[in-house]
């Protein structure tokens, strides 16, 4: 009963976000906020594999806006959880899936 607002909220972002490009929101820095408090509200209620797909669409819209701390923020907590969920193998992060920028020392 305590996800049921959570689970109407994902609905609505998966909805916007499965247009591709960067969706039309009057703040994209709030949506990824908000997208960051969804994933952690359902981590905190033990429902992982809905905290999981919250941070798929954070990654997402992070891939989209150009935010490389954003969407290296998201698969780290992608690979928590699937470590959680005892998935080691699909918690190694792929190079294709991190940020180009990500690993490389200062300049």
């Known amino acids: 009963a305590l996800s049921k607002p959570l689970d109407e909220a994902f609905s609505l972002w998966q909805q916007l976000l499965e247009k591709p490009g960067i969706p039309s929101v009057r703040s994209p820095e709030q949506t990824v906020s ?14 992982p594999i809905q905290a999981l797909e919250s941070f798929l669409l954070l990654r997402s819209l992070c891939r989209r806006l150009g ?41």
């Open 67 to 107: 935010d490389i701390p954003g969407r290296a923020g998201a698969l780290c907590q992608l690979s928590r959880i699937l470590l959680q969920l005892e998935c080691p193998s699909q918690a190694q992060v792929n190079p294709g899936m991190a940020p180009p920028s990500l690993g490389k020392g200062p300049g």
């Open 34 to 47: 908000s997208l960051q408090l969804l994933a952690s509200l359902y981590r905190l209620q033990a429902q």
